[in-house]
């Protein structure tokens, strides 16, 4: 089992910045990937970025440039650092870590864009 705590969520203005942190716990051998998911009200949840065990990164279109994700092994944490942060950012923000035999889903972390 691998349990991820989320951490780093908050209130900032449009054009702000925020770092994210996802601490990791348990089986971390078993993990390939990592990612940040997002979910807004109302909508799915969305692919916001991933990054593999070897640091190969993905990110969606609409946080590409802004947004970057990286991962500390020595921690057991990874990070997305969020910049220019627009409105419709605002989400729940999800970390996500897989592997061959495990899946495991933070408990949330409240971002909020707004002036």
């Known amino acids: 089992q691998v349990q991820l705590v989320e951490s780093g969520g908050g209130l900032v203005q449009p054009g702000g910045s925020l770092r994210l942190s996802c601490a990791a716990s348990?089986?971390?051998?078993?993990?390939?990937?990592m990612g940040w998911y997002r979910q807004a009200p109302g909508k799915d949840p969305d692919l916001v970025a991933t990054?593999?065990?070897?640091?190969?990164?993905n990110y969606a279109d609409s946080v590409k440039g802004r947004f970057t994700i990286s991962r500390d092994n020595a921690k057991n944490t990874m990070y997305l650092q969020m910049n220019s942060l627009k409105p419709e950012d605002t989400a729940v923000y999800y970390c996500?870590?897989?592997?061959?035999?495990?899946?495991?889903w933070g408990q949330g972390t409240q971002v909020t864009v707004s002036s």
């Open positions: 348990g089986t971390i051998f078993m993990i390939n990937v």
């Open positions: 996500k870590a897989a592997g061959t035999y495990v899946t495991s």
């Open positions: 990054i593999t065990s070897g640091g190969k990164t």
